[in-house]
């Protein structure tokens, strides 16, 4: 989904910065974009790079990761007077009734996180937003079927388009 919404985004004129562990796929892509892309490492987890998959780390990943970022480009853009910070939620963050509760805790927490953020930035050029996307087929819900999405307003698994 990010490779999907970067080149959406530069496609619209967007200076965007990747970041990620999957060094060579992030360094392709920012290759493919031009110069309106830059690669940087960054493991939004924390320093040890955690083994196990479990709550805390769904919560970094998702939350901290999102509010790191934000607390990296926001006082740039505020300096600027301008700028916009798109923060990807689910539609999880909007009603809760499917996936594990970490993962519904922390897309919860993106969307407060969010209209704090943008409430901060009110009046200074910055806008702060989140989309909250439904299921998207990723190999990551290969293993969801029809009835996991029976309860969105498109009852389907949304697909990735321009990878």
Do not use: C
Not at 28 to 37: F, I, N, W
Not at 78 to 96: F, H, M, P
């Amino acid at each position: 989904m990010g490779a999907t919404h970067v080149r959406a985004l530069v496609a619209q004129g967007a200076y965007v910065v990747l970041g990620d562990v999957r060094d060579e796929q992030g360094e392709a892509l920012a290759a493919e974009l031009g110069p309106a892309a830059r690669y940087v490492h960054l493991d939004v987890t924390d320093e040890q790079q955690w083994a196990a998959a479990d709550f805390r780390l769904t919560l970094e990943i998702n939350l901290v990761g999102q509010f790191l970022g934000m607390a990296a480009v926001l006082p740039v853009m505020r300096a600027q007077g301008r700028g916009s910070v798109i923060n990807i939620s689910s539609i999880a963050g909007l009603a809760a009734g499917y996936g594990p509760p970490a993962y519904t805790a922390s897309k919860w927490g993106i969307r407060g996180l969010t209209k704090t953020a943008a409430l901060e930035m009110a009046g200074t050029g910055v806008r702060v937003n989140s989309v909250h996307p439904g299921i998207i087929k990723t190999p990551l819900s290969a293993h969801l079927t029809d009835e996991a999405t029976a309860h969105q307003v498109i009852p389907r698994q949304g697909e990735q388009r321009g990878r």
